[in-house]
């Protein structure tokens, strides 16, 4: 049973500055293949002895239980993680990364290597690895680009053992499992705020506030250092540490202004608590204490030093990590003073500082973006600090002499702070230039194969767009497009598909039915039906699509093209092979005549006529078709951008369907673990990844592999997807195949029955997939009143070559 192809499509603007189509596809940045000869240089490389990145070690006290725990996890398994419990509503600041460090200080000299990774993002988890590139091969990272310092990165990693890597403040488990699942020589160690979402086999350590005493006797170390208390001063730090709720970011932050102000008792700071408006911020308890304690702070720098309050409200803004000195000093400002200003927030542990780059609590960002109601200047801080950031971050991608666009190097450094200042924008915000950034930005993360990534860039962009031009100007529907495509590209299709709706009405009222743009809103919203499994509407949209297209630009006009294309791979979604095929051999003939034959469009067409010949079960023509897409794909896109992955995933379900299992498994594998870092773990591509490396694992007799990653597929599906999706059905349709082939006839037929009622309802009596599911259930139930183990004739995975989506009319 096969639902999960996607055909190339029709997707991006024709006309306006805000379109992704400016920026064709031929500027992409998607790197050079990995060169022949650095691939054997990790293996012979060595680190050197206590190499690291680690940040200085840090006062944790009270965590020696959970110390050893952590010790006794990692020696007897490779990955663990620590995230804190629900006592402090899923927010930041228990204390999770000062016991990653103190463990990685304690233990390191157990270890050849180790890595602090920030890892708040895919992005920033790459970041990391290339700079251990860097570290390891100076002079050869300085002339390789950002795919290739991750590639040799992870080679290095997969040579060498014993080394640790601490993965700080995950936001998604999801992230990690290209790493944990590919590298196993060594230590995997992630902090993050979840507490869910982590694999069965990662055990995990939950983290919760300090026991009162331990908590006392910290903030007794903070402000007393080495001297010892008095019996009187140990009972306020007792009472202060009560109204901190022991929570540890809290009694580091008291400690630290209570260290800088020796003036000040732990009695009469408590007091000063008490003063303040503790229900001024809002937000959770947590949040709510630490505004407090914050006030006190911001209170006494502000006498000290005005300049460090500025700058923390400026940074407060931007990407939390890694924050370059130099992005917070404005033309003009000598460096010496933004350092001192820098220092003097350190000093009071508002940041973490390395010299040249300083790093926020996330909590610290989050409290400080937040309006106060105490007096007027402070309802307003944070906004001049936000525009601040915004000023600064515009600077910053200003063109070298000479050039008119931002280098690669500047877009790299910045995006994660406009990702950032994108997220967080205060409602009815207007900043035209930053605007027009966040769109390149967007532009550019598309142009990468990521543009899933873009979302919060995009819904900027529309935002501004409605709010300056209206909500039906051009500009505005071509950034409505293109937020429904990120969405797309996302697999959101619930937010995706009425958004697409809603554009698709607005231009046929605004520029008519014929336009140009017009006809991409409606292919693109035939295409968002195609892939929830709605052919019923699709393929009507792509016919009306495709005359309109001829009519309008043209029989061989790249838009008719696409049309064409995405109309021939409708029909073969719907089993409609005769139709089908003959349209994808024309279609292809005619891109290689006006586009040339390594065009990525091309390329598409060919991926895709290789699909139908292989749905024909013609592997004589579709295996070198699939080769020569795949080298070509390689060559001109890289080795990771999302269409080389769909050419390496259909190649190795050739290999499969010709039984040639010794090559299609491990290509499945290295594929699926490409998919999951560059697209993420739920991705709908990285599930069909994962469906078919199962199947692959079930034609060996491996069993014990495939169900569990069957399972996992269809609880995913089921969950992105909806329960009748076609992607769903595959699943369901899969597992009831393995449970059948170990005779667990039990479970296997009430899923067949279930997957052909479905199929009824969503195909068709008489479609190819509901004659399958029908063929299957006939033969389960045949297993059962003979009694006897026999492989089904017709097996759920015979049937089930699938291949993630095309998503390739970047350069119309």
């Known amino acids: 049973m096969s639902t999960d192809d996607e055909p190339a499509r029709l997707r991006i603007e024709t006309a306006g500055p805000g379109s992704i189509a400016a920026q064709r596809i031929r500027d992409a940045y998607t790197g050079d293949v990995l060169p022949a000869e650095a691939l054997l240089t990790p293996e012979k490389v060595s680190a050197a002895p206590g190499t690291s990145n680690l940040p200085p070690a840090v006062l944790c006290l009270g965590r020696e239980e959970e110390l050893a725990r952590l010790r006794r996890i990692l020696s007897s398994r490779h990955e663990g993680a620590i995230t804190q419990s629900g006592a402090v509503h899923g927010l930041g600041g228990i204390g999770k990364s000062a016991l990653a460090l103190h463990y990685a200080h304690r233990y390191r000299g157990d270890y050849s290597l180790i890595w602090w990774i920030n890892a708040a993002s895919p992005d920033e988890i790459e970041t990391s690895l290339t700079a251990l590139t860097h570290t390891l091969v100076p002079s050869w990272a300085a002339t390789a680009n950002r795919e290739a310092h991750v590639a040799w990165a992870m080679q290095w990693l997969a040579w060498h053992p014993g080394w640790l890597l601490v993965y700080d403040n995950v936001e998604n488990p999801d992230d990690l499992t290209p790493y944990t699942g590919a590298l196993h020589q060594g230590h995997h160690l992630a902090t993050s705020r979840r507490t869910t979402g982590w694999p069965d086999n990662a055990p995990t350590l939950m983290l919760g506030n300090l026991d009162p005493d331990d908590a006392t006797t910290l903030l007794c170390r903070l402000v007393s250092k080495d001297v010892t208390p008095t019996a009187r001063q140990q009972a306020d730090a007792r009472a ?315 029989d061989t006009h790249p838009h008719t093209l696409a049309s064409r294309n995405n109309l021939a791979y409708a029909y073969r979604s719907a089993g409609n092979l005769g139709r089908a095929i003959p349209l994808f051999e024309a279609t292809l003939a005619q891109y290689e005549q006006v586009l040339g034959d390594t065009h990525p469009d091309t390329l598409t067409s060919r991926n895709n006529l290789g699909i139908a010949y292989e749905a024909a079960g013609d592997l004589r023509r579709a295996t070198p078709l699939f080769e020569v897409t795949l080298a070509q794909r390689e060559q001109v896109l890289g080795d990771t951008h999302p269409d080389t992955l769909t050419s390496r995933h259909n190649l190795a379900g050739a290999y499969k369907s010709a039984g040639d299992l010794r090559r299609a498994t491990p290509l499945f594998e290295a594929t699926l673990a490409q998919y999951e870092q560059v697209l993420g773990d739920t991705h709908p591509d990285t599930l069909n990844s994962r469906n078919n490396l199962a199947g692959a694992y079930e034609s060996a007799g491996d069993l014990g592999r495939a169900i569990p990653l069957l399972e996992a597929t269809l609880a995913q599906r089921e969950q992105a997807l909806g329960d009748t999706h076609p992607h769903t059905l595959t699943s369901r349709n899969n597992l009831a195949g393995a449970y059948c082939s170990v005779g667990d006839l039990g479970r296997a037929i009430p899923l067949f029955e279930a997957t052909l009622a479905q199929c009824e309802q969503v195909f068709g009596d008489t479609h190819p997939y509901t004659l399958i599911s029908r063929n299957n259930l006939a033969k389960a139930q045949e297993l059962a009143q003979s009694a006897q183990q026999v492989n089904t004739a017709e097996s759920a995975t015979k049937d089930d070559q699938q291949t993630p989506s095309e998503t390739t009319e970047r350069s119309v």
């Open 240 to 554: 202060l540490a009560v109204e901190l709720g022991y929570f540890p970011l809290a009694i580091k932050q008291a400690g630290a202004y209570l260290a800088q102000n020796r003036g000040i008792s732990c009695d009469a700071y408590r007091r000063r608590l008490d003063s303040k408006l503790a229900k001024a911020a809002h937000g959770s308890d947590a949040e709510r204490t630490l505004a407090r304690i914050w006030s006190v702070t911001l209170h006494t720098l502000e006498q000290a030093d005005p300049l460090a309050v500025e700058l923390l409200y400026t940074a407060a803004w931007l990407a939390p990590d890694d924050i370059p000195h130099s992005l917070l000093t404005p033309p003009g400002t000598d460096p010496d003073d933004i350092a001192e200003a820098v220092g003097t927030l350190a000093a009071y542990s508002m940041v973490t500082d390395t010299g040249t780059t300083l790093s926020l609590h996330r909590m610290v960002q989050t409290v400080l973006r937040t309006p106060q109601n105490n007096n007027g200047s402070q309802s307003t801080r944070h906004l001049r600090g936000r525009e601040r950031a915004e000023q600064a971050v515009l600077h910053h991608l200003t063109p070298p002499p000479g050039q008119g666009t931002p280098t690669e190097n500047q877009w790299d450094t910045f995006t994660p702070h406009l990702v950032t200042l994108a997220a967080t924008r205060p409602p009815e915000h207007h900043n035209p230039p930053l605007t027009d950034a966040y769109e390149a930005a967007g532009d550019r993360l598309h142009e990468q194969g990521h543009t899933a990534r873009s979302i919060s860039l995009f819904e900027a962009t529309l935002a501004q767009r409605e709010q300056v031009l209206g909500d039906t100007h051009p500009d505005t529907l071509t950034s409505r497009n293109n937020l429904a495509y990120a969405y797309d590209a996302a697999g959101d299709l619930r937010r995706a598909i009425p958004l697409y709706e809603v554009t698709l009405a607005q231009r046929e009222q605004v520029l008519g039915d014929t336009h140009p743009d017009t006809l991409t809103s409606r292919n693109n919203l035939a295409k968002a039906y195609e892939s929830a499994g709605d052919l019923r509407r699709a393929i009507p949209l792509f016919e009306v699509t495709l005359a309109q297209c001829e009519q309008v630009l043209g």
